[in-house]
């Protein structure tokens, strides 16, 4: 004969277990969905896995729902019946072990395939900032051939008056021979005041 006692204890038993692994499953597949992280590879294996939780714990229930009709309404159900039914009640507890193992697994998996794809993006964030930093170069490399030249200019001006006194108050730095020249010609005009 089954109790309803052992009937109760068996659905207390259960019940956790089946709401975590629910759980487990909502939140691998939250995780997925969140992180927008493409696991083609592990799609049908966490699919097979969740129908494989509903279809094992619709089981248990089945056996849990026949083992109480056997109870109520056959007040003396044949002991073989319930033997038989706690036999298939077992080998549904030991398929919930393997299929909570590799579960496991995949969850194991799913957290590595995460710490990765994290691992490959922060490679590429850091590859973006080097062609960034390669392309600041390249201009400023421009700009300072472009200076160079103004100044092979400004050099190339310095033996010609009339160039450097267009504008005094322009102060570029020149060589010290040259700038010399450039300041006593500058205050020797600004000494003689505007034309």
Request: hydrophobic share 35%; net charge negative; charged share 35%.
């Amino acid at each position: 004969m089954v109790s309803t006692v052992d009937e109760d204890t068996y659905l207390r038993e259960m019940a956790p277990w089946i709401e975590e692994w629910r759980s487990r499953a909502a939140r691998v597949i939250g995780e997925e969905e969140e992180e927008g992280i493409s696991l083609s590879q592990y799609e049908d294996r966490y699919r097979a896995l969740l129908r494989d939780i509903a279809t094992l714990t619709e089981h248990g229930e089945g056996v849990m729902r026949e083992l109480r009709t056997a109870y109520l309404n056959e007040a003396r159900a044949s002991t073989d019946e319930i033997s038989s039914l706690r036999v298939e009640c077992d080998s549904a507890v030991e398929e919930q072990n393997s299929i909570a193992e590799d579960f496991e697994q995949l969850c194991q998996n799913f957290e590595r395939i995460v710490a990765e794809s994290d691992s490959f993006r922060d490679e590429l964030e850091r590859n973006s900032a080097r062609d960034e930093c390669h392309e600041l170069k390249e201009d400023v490399k421009g700009l300072l051939d472009r200076c160079g030249r103004l100044s092979r200019l400004l050099l190339a001006a310095g033996g010609k008056p009339s160039l450097l006194d267009v504008n005094p108050y322009v102060r570029v730095l020149l060589p010290s021979f040259v700038q010399s020249q450039s300041q006593s010609r500058a205050s020797s005009q600004m000494m003689r005041g505007p034309r």
